[in-house]
């Protein structure tokens, strides 16, 4: 009887410790690592992007909720709420930050940590605003990718010159809290004078201002507008199409979604691209790399779109030459 007492006592005690077992094992194995995202807008602006920031994180062997976290901190478009949440994903102690939308997002994260690494998308020079030393050796802890936006305003005024060649006057509207905007502008009047051409610099901080702008333009008597690059911008771009319908303003965009939405013409870098290599920056980053040996990239891939219905609306015709290296035309 008494050995019969032992055995079973025996195998109770075996049968709690291997329960144990698994709880053991789980306290030993180390946590997940956790990565920032700091974006410019909304969550619902970000849709796209935030998936080919996922599909990235994947190519470098992590998926969120399995191996990885992700913090997501969102100023809807409130430039001045960067910081402190910037400041909370510093206290928060992830691994490493993803400063997206913007020059503002980066340069927020660069003043809320000088140890955690941040992997930025940018469209303005990320030598120029301070964020890495060059392109091809960033140096100290900030990487990331670069849209090449202030060039392209040049850019954008040429497609814009190219389908109304009469045109003596272009506007260019920039929100003036958006860190490259003057530079933007400045660019884009500099391409404008090399073509005979003057420019109408008008500026909008709020979507209140928005209208005022558009009515300048119109007394001005532009004859196009040129839609400066701003996350602000790109979250209200409803607000935008519409009063470019209302007034009757050939415009060009910059971003493809603009004439997806309704706007004339388009080109801009990939957004969904550049998105999927900073998740990829931010793995690799994750297994030890140091962003100061990763360079700063450049977009590969640009996309003009041109909204034919928009341009009947508008009683224009695109010239063959402007059809025929558009990448997509939307009829």
Known sequence: MAIHIRRREFIVTLGGAAAAWPLAARAQQPAMPIVGFLGTTTPDDFMDRVAAFREGLKDSGYVEGRNVLVEYRWPEGHYDRLPSLAADLVRRQVAVIAATG?????????????TIPIVFSIGGDPVRVGLVASLSRPGGTITGVHYFQPDLGAKRLGLLHELLPQATVIGILVNPTFTDAEAEARDATQAATLLGLQTQIVRARTVDEFSTAFATLTQQKVAGLVLGNDAFFFRERQQLLALAARYDMPAIYSWREFALDGGLM??????????????????????????ADLPVLQPTKFEFVINLKTAKTLGLTFPPGLLAIADEVIE
Do not use: D, F, H, M
Request: proline content about 8%; overall charge positive; cysteine-free.
């Open 102 to 114: 913007g020059e503002p997002s980066a340069l927020a994260a660069k003043a809320a940590t000088t």
């Open 266 to 291: 388009s080109y801009a870098p990939s957004l969904t691209q550049g998105y999927r290599q900073v998740g990829i920056y931010v793995g690799r980053i994750l297994k030890g790399e140091k962003p």
